[in-house]
């Protein structure tokens, strides 16, 4: 089967954000490689406030909030659209990227409120001093 249309799907992404025009494969791991670089230190920051949820939540039942979960999907989703890109990608990437949240914040939860013999918590963050 031969393809006719060499012309990818148009994005309305904000300005200043392209998506060059690849040659080969090299170019565009390239590409990936360049993005992944700014992706991953903004999913850790999203770790930093992760942690802090853990912190200030005063349950572990409070760790699962399936209607903030859902409104979350559902809004990057509809941005996804909005961009022209896939909604189901996004909100596939979303679902995962909060189940292994959950599973982190379950560890922070637990990890602040261990007790350690002859250790305090601190009033003010919560955490063991």
């Known amino acids: 089967m031969t393809h006719t249309?060499?012309?990818p799907h148009t994005l309305n992404l904000p300005e200043g954000m392209t998506v060059a025009h690849c040659q080969t494969m090299a170019d565009v791991r390239a590409h990936i490689d360049a993005l992944d670089a700014v992706i991953v230190p903004l999913i850790a920051q999203r770790s930093g406030y992760v942690a802090q949820a853990a912190r200030i939540k005063q349950s572990a039942s409070q760790i699962v909030d399936?209607?903030?979960?859902?409104?979350?999907?559902?809004?990057?989703?509809a941005q996804a659209e909005a961009l022209g890109a896939p909604p189901q990608v996004l909100a596939a990437t979303y679902r995962a990227m909060i189940a292994a949240f959950i599973e982190y914040e379950r560890g922070e939860?637990?990890?602040?409120?261990?007790?350690?013999?002859?250790?305090?918590?601190?009033?003010?963050c919560g955490e063991p001093s």
């Open 109 to 124: 939860f637990a990890r602040l409120r261990a007790a350690v013999p002859g250790t305090t918590t601190c009033e003010t």
């Open 5 to 7: 249309n060499h012309t």
């Open 66 to 77: 399936e209607a903030r979960i859902e409104f979350i999907v559902n809004r990057v989703s």
